[in-house]
């Protein structure tokens, strides 16, 4: 089986039918997606790299309240 039959089936089975490039660009979105969940994972599992992080969060939602206007 070609990959081209195994993107067809899926895009027919897997996703409601649709075209091979709507399958390929929904299989790339959730690839690209799974590899931010993972470097989030690897991160988490760093507790100094975390905590720096959430600092960082932290920081930028205080720009929120910056008193410049643009936000809502």
């Given at each position: 089986?070609?990959?081209?039959?195994?993107?067809?089936?899926?895009?027919?089975?897997?996703?409601?039918?649709?075209?091979l490039?709507?399958?390929?660009?929904?299989?790339?979105?959730?690839h690209?997606?799974?590899?931010?969940?993972?470097?989030?994972?690897?991160?988490e599992?760093?507790?100094?790299?975390?905590?720096?992080?959430?600092?960082e969060?932290?920081?930028?939602?205080?720009?929120?309240?910056?008193?410049?206007?643009?936000?809502?």
């Amino acid at each position: 089986m070609s990959v081209r039959d195994d993107l067809a089936r899926v895009a027919a089975e897997d996703l409601g039918g649709v075209t091979l490039n709507a399958a390929l660009t929904h299989l790339l979105t959730e690839h690209r997606k799974a590899a931010v969940l993972a470097a989030y994972t690897r991160l988490e599992a760093n507790a100094s790299a975390w905590t720096n992080y959430e600092s960082e969060l932290d920081e930028w939602d205080g720009l929120a309240g910056d008193g410049l206007g643009g936000g809502q």
